[in-house]
């Protein structure tokens, strides 16, 4: 009922955020300025300037535990839809408020930050597409050959599994771009990463593609076969549409690892988001504004992709009713 109320409040609702934002300003201006006046207070009130230290440091403990608490309290006063939001911003303004004291310089991330996108973000994507969707194949493959009764398939998927599991990936790029050229085949550094990428990320997805076409009760696979489908088409039309809404959660997220690992075929000289921040703050010695920079697109390009697979999520449910 307390949440009906203040939802229907807007003056208390402004109130209540009005005091949250005091919050958050004081903490701003808590970080930027020095708590030795605290020090100062106590030292001057007791007399003793070694107690100063100890007294100073329980009192600023008790002002942020106070502040916590106090935080705690008003978010209890929304619904659970403007908790999430809050929570979001405050947090987001905590990041920004902690890379806010390595002292950028936001003159030269503006002069690069358009550089960092449009040559390395787009790279990593490019990659990143082509690997998942080479992976994505060489899964369902695996899957249907872990499945299936031929000894030689499942020997074939299980040790290519195995293999490309247990190696780390790192190893495999070297492997592909340095290792080939001993054997006569030159391999530039963007199909080596893609296929390190592929095949180590498709071993994954084969067990993840596997777990989801077993879910689906035998049951389908029999009232398939009596309507006078092959196996083929059963598992085209009937299976997959419904294992789907399994494998693409696990699978969305195979994707934004992939994303983030993409930045080792820089080792190879790619130049995907991460070798291109590290080129560019090296000749203005400005290496932490473009670490950040490339690391505040990895995360904007990951709320994007979570922003798709729900919807992904979504379109597959009805097959599940």
Known sequence: MQVENIEKNPA????ILLLLGLMLAGAYYALQVSPGWIQHL??????????AGWLGKSITAAVILGALALNYYLLTR?????????????LALLVVLFFSTFNLSFEFIQ????YLISQGAVT???????????????????AIAKLSSSGIAIGIATFYTSLFRGLPLLMQIFILYIGL???????????????????CYGAYMTEIFRAGIQSIPKGQWEAALALGLDRGKTMRMVILPQAMRIIIPPTGNQFIAMLKDSSLVSVVGVWELTYVARTAGQRE?????????????????????????ARIERRYKPAHR
């Not at 208390?12 to 109130?15: A, E, L, P, T, V």
């Not at 002069?111 to 358009?114: D, E, G």
């Not at 990593?124 to 695996?142: E, H, K």
């Open 78 to 90: 929304f619904s659970v839809r403007w908790q999430i939001i809050i929570v979001w911003i405050e």
């Open 181 to 199: 050229p001993q054997l006569g085949y030159i391999v530039d550094p963007i199909p080596a990463g893609v296929a390190a990428l592929s095949l």
């Open 12 to 15: 208390r609702n402004f109130s």
């Open 42 to 51: 106590v030292s001057f009130a007791s007399g003793n300037a070694n107690a």
């Open 111 to 114: 002069r690069k930050i358009w």
């Open 124 to 142: 990593t994507l490019y990659i990143s597409a082509i690997s998942i969707m080479i992976a994505f194949v060489l899964a369902l493959i695996g």
């Open 285 to 309: 010695f400005r290496h932490i504004e473009m670490l950040i920079t490339a690391a505040l697109i990895y995360w904007l390009m990951s709320m994007v992709l979570e922003v798709i697979q």
